[in-house]
């Protein structure tokens, strides 16, 4: 009886978990709204103009729509350019490769493996999303057509249908967007981050005042702290940015969502500020708002200056946050023009493409050759049994792909769920007892919009969530809108959704079973990795020859922020995973969540010293400056090394380490701004010292942390490696 108890009690514990949950998930957000409503207007525009015309594969015109229409217009309007040439380019590939492989079954086989291996290695290497996913999605469509028996016209007619379906849903999209720019004033990543800073400063104010907020903003905050940053990093993946632009903002997006945190925490206690207390509130508020206003009007935020930073009477959290503040204006150290790092909203846009030494990281490799596997799994599979309604497989393989890039296994659960929705419940459920009582285009567009518009709004959460609402949209439009006609045949729904949970259960199988790794044991992994990444950066350029130092320089810059990511990103997946290391899995999140913002701000600090270590023009140094800055730089970057060794082995010394960085920081900066006509001009020297400073302030720190953290011997609720 004990035991049913409990087991009673856990099940109403995980109920309540799971209510709580998918209640912060759904509510809405400022312009969550709007932005289904777009997905709504031009999924539903591509769906009546592929049914009136008798255009088949509309239903790869709809999910260009629903993955697009995310993004900001300046990236929507692109997209139709982008688009149009990445469908020329694989169409292009597909008639001119399938030509030389026609009536060699064993050639083929091996074209459609080579195939498939490129459109995920597209996905993984392509900083431009869109190029991604107009490579992919055609790829994953076109092959198996050509695999058919049938004439070769007819396979080179289908491939141009699915072409011109694929074009009609990057300009319908385009055209939605430009019909309601008007109602989105702003930046799509600017803005959302004012309007957290606000959020956070309007409650400061309160604190400042002695008053306590009232409920509407606690609950504003904390539904800050729920949507998280993903949305945010989400547009800065899929953004055509500069790098420099991308840096600096993930580093401010890291920071806000750090404060976010800390006042989400804040509003839980109950303390009693003092005067200086509030003093402190109010000099931080006006802090942030400063900042708030910076960002807002494309500017880079000025610096933070924090006075009376006493602990005596502190409350809970104030020191950190003023910590994190003080950090904002530091990620934009290795800034140029303003309009450079900052631009306005509207401007030349141009496909991005990853540098030599990214687009050769073995990492997309290795992921394509798990996605190749997977799709080609399902391929043999449909023909071995000789079963070719389920090629669906392989299309969900690559679509499930684009948006599963680091994802944990227990994502792969919502997408199972979503297909299993979308596909038994919503699709062969209308097609049951709706579509026979419909005889016209018009009763089909209200079914279309509210299912698309129930999916648009989970594919506007969270990634927690999101995929749900993306296999929700696959799944039906797969079933209805693969030909021009309403679809009857519950033997074809059958195929597609079995093709459907084939391929989602093949590529559970290879990412989750064979390769597959906690979110945890990955995050910890990838975190640790970072800081031997970045002390191997402090360390560059390690070759004379300016060429491959910038080379090797540009490929780490681009792993590490990737990696940076991919930490927050797997933090996310932390939530979902359950088993007897959970609590101490989340231990290493809440960890990873303190120390990650001061790590990126390292970073972009880094990639300022840079320049003056490669000796750029501009940025040279004098032979003695030079020599004590690579001794001050080898120091700082095996400290770096040694905080992951803290880490994984829980063995930390920082004092003696810590000590021996001030005085190498102390004589590099006399160096600096010592005397003879070979020394740096004045402003140079204080501006490179300020610099050095910063990097060994933020260093010094996070090793002080961490070996505070780890300076007692692990228990058994503690952190154990991995």
């Known amino acids: 009886m004990p035991m049913l108890a409990q087991s009673r009690l856990e099940r109403q514990r995980i109920s309540r978990w799971l209510l709580e949950f998918l209640r912060q998930e759904l509510a809405p957000y400022p312009g969550r709204e709007a932005t289904v409503a777009r997905m709504m207007v031009a999924a539903a525009l591509v769906m009546l103009i592929c049914v009136t015309y008798r255009i088949p594969f509309a239903f790869q015109g709809a999910i260009f729509v629903l993955l697009i229409s995310r993004e900001s217009i300046r990236a929507t309007l692109q997209s139709t350019a982008i688009i149009v040439l990445m469908t020329a380019v694989t169409a292009l590939y597909l008639l001119v490769s399938a030509w030389f492989v026609a009536g060699l079954p064993q050639a083929r086989f091996l074209w459609i493996v080579a195939s498939l291996f490129l459109a995920f290695y597209a996905i993984s ?24 028996h049938l004439p070769a016209e007819t396979n080179v007619e289908d491939t141009l249908w699915l072409c ?87 580093g401010v997006t890291v920071l806000v969502g750090r404060l976010v945190d800390l006042a989400a925490a804040l509003t839980q206690i109950r303390f009693e500020p003092s005067d200086m207390d509030r003093k402190r509130f109010r000099n931080l508020a006006s802090a942030i708002a400063m900042a708030s206003d910076d960002l807002e009007h ?44 900052l ?17 050769l990281d073995p990492e997309h490799s290795r992921f394509a050759l798990k996605g190749c596997l997977a799709a080609s799994a399902c391929y043999m599979i449909y023909n071995a049994v000789d079963w070719p309604g389920i090629s669906t497989s392989v299309t969900t393989c690559l679509l499930t792909a684009l948006s599963t890039v680091g994802a944990s296994r227990q994502k792969q659960i919502l997408r199972l769920a979503g297909a299993i929705a979308g596909g038994l419940l919503i699709g062969m459920g209308s097609q049951v007892f709706i579509l026979p009582h419909i005889d016209s285009v018009t009763g089909f567009l209200v079914l279309f919009i509210l299912v698309t518009g129930l999916a648009s709004w989970f594919m506007t959460s969270s990634p927690r969530l999101s995929y749900f609402g993306l296999q929700v949209a696959l799944a039906f439009y797969l079933i209805n809108l693969q030909e021009f006609k309403i679809q009857t045949s519950l033997a074809i729904a059958r195929d597609r959704v079995v093709g459907i949970l084939l391929g989602l259960l093949m590529m559970w199988l290879v990412f989750d079973q064979l390769w597959g790794a906690p979110a945890g044991v990955e995050m910890k992994r990838r975190f640790l990795s970072n800081f031997r990444l970045l002390a191997q950066f402090a360390r560059e350029p390690v070759s004379t020859d ?61 990639t300022a010293s840079w320049k003056y270590r490669a000796q750029l023009p501009g940025f040279e140094l004098p032979e003695n400056v030079r020599l004590q800055h690579r001794v001050y730089d080898e120091h700082s970057a095996h400290m770096l090394e040694e905080m992951a060794e ?74 154990r490696p991995a």
């Open 298 to 341: 494309r500017r880079i935020p000025g610096p933070v200056t924090i006075a009376e930073r006493s602990s005596a009477g502190a409350v809970p959290l104030l020191s950190e946050m003023e910590k994190t503040a003080v950090l904002i204006p530091q990620v934009f150290a290795d800034s140029g023009p303003t309009r450079e790092i």
């Open 125 to 148: 290497a392509l900083t431009s999303y869109l190029a991604a996913a107009g490579f992919a999605t055609v790829i994953a469509v076109g092959t198996p057509l050509w695999d058919r």
């Open 343 to 359: 631009p306005r909203a509207w401007g030349p846009g141009r496909l991005t493409l990853p540098w030599a030494g990214a687009l």
């Open 646 to 719: 803290w880490i994984e082995r829980h063995a930390p010394d920082a004092e003696t380490g810590i000590q021996e960085s001030h005085e190498l920081l102390n004589r590099t900066v006399e160096e600096i701004h010592g005397k003879g006509p070979a020394q740096l001009p004045p402003g140079r020297a204080a501006s490179f010292a300020a610099l050095l400073r910063s990097i060994d302030v933020l260093t010094t720190s996070l090793a002080s942390e961490i070996a505070a953290e780890f300076r007692t011997p692990p228990g058994p609720s503690q952190l």
């Open 546 to 606: 300016l060429r491959i130092a910038v080379g090797r320089s540009l490929a780490l810059r681009e792993t590490i922020n990737a990696d940076l990511d991919k930490v927050r990103a797997l933090g996310d997946g932390v939530l979902f995973e359950f088993g007897p290391s959970r609590q101490r899995d989340l231990e290493l999140r809440n960890r990873i969540r303190r120390w990650q913002p001061q790590l990126r701000t390292i970073f972009v600090l880094r």
């Open 164 to 250: 011109l379906a694929s074009l009609i849903g990057a300009a319908t999209a385009a055209a939605v967007e430009l019909s309601f720019a008007k109602l989105r004033p702003g930046d799509e990543l600017i803005l959302p981050l004012t309007e957290q800073l606000s959020a956070v400063g309007d409650l400061l104010t309160c604190y400042a005042d002695g008053c306590a907020a009232d409920s509407g903003l606690e609950q504003k905050i904390l539904r800050f702290e729920v949507l998280g940053t993903s949305r945010l990093r989400r547009i800065m993946r899929r953004s055509d940015r500069s790098s420099q632009y991308r840096s600096a903002m993930a």
